[in-house]
């Protein structure tokens, strides 16, 4: 039972640092450029692209060299909590490999966009299904009593925590695509919820109903 409980609790510790550790770049963006809360009330969709400044990496840099590590007993591994030779791998990683620039690229292949709701800013993914390529349709495939539009069902998809909108994209193409094997095509809206990734916050309790 101890070593079950053991191995669990590694587990959870890897998956819960590896949300954080993609999420500090996501909460040191958040509050270095303010998105917690729009100052102009508009419920207008506009298009938005991550775009995380230089000072930020920088910053991100200098707190990773200047990392300090408590005490570990020798040889304990994951016994005692959280491995230190697993710990400075990662942090190696993060200092030394790892592209932020390349994943901001990556992301910024899906179509975002942000909306004013109850005057918080609202980060949000969505993809449509494909058009058609109606002109190279064949006779059996072509199916003129719909218009694309009405065969697209909207699918609302929400992260968990810890967690970001960056879940739905292992979904998007399979569910978007004209031919889908779930009888039928989903326009995907994927938010970042409030206080995470790029939403903003809300600073204030709101009032229960």
Request: with cysteine; proline share 5%; charged share 20%.
């Amino acid at each position: 039972p101890h070593t079950v409980a053991n191995m669990m609790m590694m587990m959870m510790m890897v998956r819960i640092f590896s949300f954080v550790a993609l999420g500090m770049l996501f909460l040191l963006f958040s509050h270095s450029h303010h998105v917690q809360a729009s100052k102009k009330a508009s419920s207008a969709i506009q298009p938005f692209s991550i775009q995380v400044s230089q000072d930020v990496l920088d910053d991100l840099q200098y707190r990773l060299k200047h990392t300090r590590l408590p005490d570990q007993y020798k040889d304990a591994g994951w016994t005692y909590g959280f491995d230190h030779g697993y710990l400075k791998e990662l942090l190696h990683y993060w200092q030394h490999s790892y592209d932020w620039r390349k994943q901001e690229a990556m992301m910024n292949k899906l179509p975002q966009y942000t909306v004013d709701i109850d005057g918080v800013s609202i980060h949000f993914v969505h993809v449509k299904v494909p058009k058609r390529d109606k002109a190279n349709e064949t006779n059996h495939d072509r199916d003129d009593t719909h218009d694309d539009d009405d065969v697209m069902t909207p699918i609302l998809f929400l992260h968990g925590w810890p967690g970001s909108f960056l879940e739905c994209t292992k979904y998007i193409q399979e569910v978007t695509r004209p031919d889908s094997i779930y009888g039928t095509s989903f326009s995907v809206v994927c938010p970042s919820l409030p206080g995470y990734g790029f939403s903003g916050r809300y600073l204030h309790l709101l009032p229960v109903s």
